[in-house]
Structure formats: C-alpha cells, structure tokens
Nanobody
Framework: VQLQAYGGGLVQAGGSLRLSCAAS????????VGWFRQAPGKEREFVAA????????IYADSVKGRFTISRDNAKNTFYLQMNSLKPEDTAVYYC???????????????WGQGTQVTVSS
C-alpha cells in the first residue's frame, strides 16, 4: 500500500492542525494504521494508531487527550487531529500501515514520506 501524508504546517502553541494520510494500491481496510514523529536529533517515536475498522485506538502518553486518530475506510484516508499543540510537538510526522495495531515502528511495513509540523511558542 502507498501512503501520502499531508496537512502539516506552522502553528502557534495552543493551536490545532489536522494531518491526513491517503492510502492507495491495496485494500485500505485490511490495514491498521498509525502516526509516528521524529524531531531533529531524536529517534522516531510512536504517536497514535487505529485498528482496521477503527474500533481500537492507542496513543502515546505525551499526546493523550490532545490528539485524536480516526479513519474513513470509504475514502482510504486516515487522520490525526492535533489540538492544544505545544512546541515539543514539532517534528516530521509519518503515517504508516501494518497488519496489526502496534506501538512499535518495526511492526509497520508501509510508510508515507512525512509532513513537517512546527509549533511556535
């Protein structure tokens, strides 16, 4: 499956952004999907994931209560709604797909190209 992430940008602290990831090539509903991020000089870290039908969502503690992952299988797209953004959320955000809902980047077989999110203080 091919993934294309978009929706990043520059936002002030406390603001909101919605990232989208469009999937193509295979049956989207066969895959659990997730978001990861990587800040300069840091390792890639898990942000959120959602199961194939959307019934299960998991989040990193650092974003719980502020970010919401969702998906629309009819549109082959999934989303990350980010509210109450903080400067420490600044990173390149990557979307990924996998057969199972997972916290671990090594479990994901397919990756999008990343979209930059910058939160100014």
């Amino acid at each position: 499956v091919q993934l294309q992430a978009y929706g990043g940008g520059l936002v002030q602290a406390g603001g909101s952004l919605r990232l989208s990831c469009a999937a193509s090539g295979r049956t989207f509903s066969n895959y659990a999907v997730g978001w990861f991020r990587q800040a300069p000089g840091k390792e890639r870290e898990f942000v959120a994931a959602i199961s194939r039908r959307g019934g299960t969502t998991i989040y990193a503690d650092s974003v719980k209560g502020r970010f919401t992952i969702s998906r629309d299988n009819a549109k082959n797209t999934f989303y990350l709604q980010m509210n109450s953004l903080k400067p420490e959320d600044t990173a390149v955000y990557y979307c990924a797909a996998n057969s199972l809902t997972s916290y671990y980047s090594d479990d994901y077989d397919y990756w999008g190209q990343g979209t930059q999110v910058t939160v100014s203080s």
